[in-house]
């Protein structure tokens, strides 16, 4: 990760977003390599299971603890689920993080067809799911698989035409290791 970092300075990025992990140990390492060689704001994105949890088994609440105390500048979730299954994870993330949720869901739970891979939700759909993410104080969004240009200027869009809630964040004390 340190040798990434080193690279991205050296060819002028403007952040370091750190993404699709599943294991909180390999998103701790890659936010140290990250901290301790550059200032760059640092944004760490977990990727989900329909159980709520990374598949090692990290749940949403231990990330946005554990991520939040390394001091991350965002934290939140994407890829490998659609926003309206990512609904249950979002409502813990913006409980416990005490930085700025980030959301970047796919467009749906990906299937075959044809030898394609097709994605089932709309614009629209997809659109009206970030609504709900803004209401719970999700500040950041963005897409990923099988979403297009077109979802980000609609959700860009309606972005422009609200503003942020507040997240209800629960105040806690607590030590946290890799599942619990």
């Not at 002028?12 to 890659?30: N, P, Q, R």
């Not at 994605?119 to 104080?137: C, F, R």
Request: proline share 4%.
């Amino acid at each position: 990760y340190k040798e990434q970092v080193l690279i991205g300075i050296k060819e002028g990025v403007d952040l370091v977003l750190i993404e699709t992990i599943s294991d909180l140990y390999e998103a701790k390492a890659a936010i140290l390599a990250a901290k301790e060689n550059s200032d760059l704001p640092v944004i760490c994105t977990m990727t989900f299971e329909e159980d709520g949890k990374t598949f090692i088994g990290t749940s949403a609440k231990n990330c946005a603890i554990t991520l939040s105390s390394l001091k991350v500048d965002a934290l939140g979730a994407n890829c490998s689920l659609g926003p309206k299954e990512l609904m249950p994870i979002v409502n813990d993330l913006v409980s416990y993080s005490k930085v700025p949720v980030i959301i970047q869901a796919n467009a749906g739970l990906p299937r075959e067809e044809d030898g394609s891979t097709v994605y089932d939700i709309t614009i629209e759909e997809y659109t009206n799911e970030i609504k709900k993410m803004v209401d719970k104080g999700v500040r950041i969004f963005g897409g990923c698989c099988g979403t297009t240009p077109e979802f980000i200027k609609s959700i860009r869009k309606y972005l422009d035409t609200t503003q942020p809630k507040e997240p209800n964040y629960i105040n806690h004390s607590c030590a946290t290791s890799a599942t619990k």
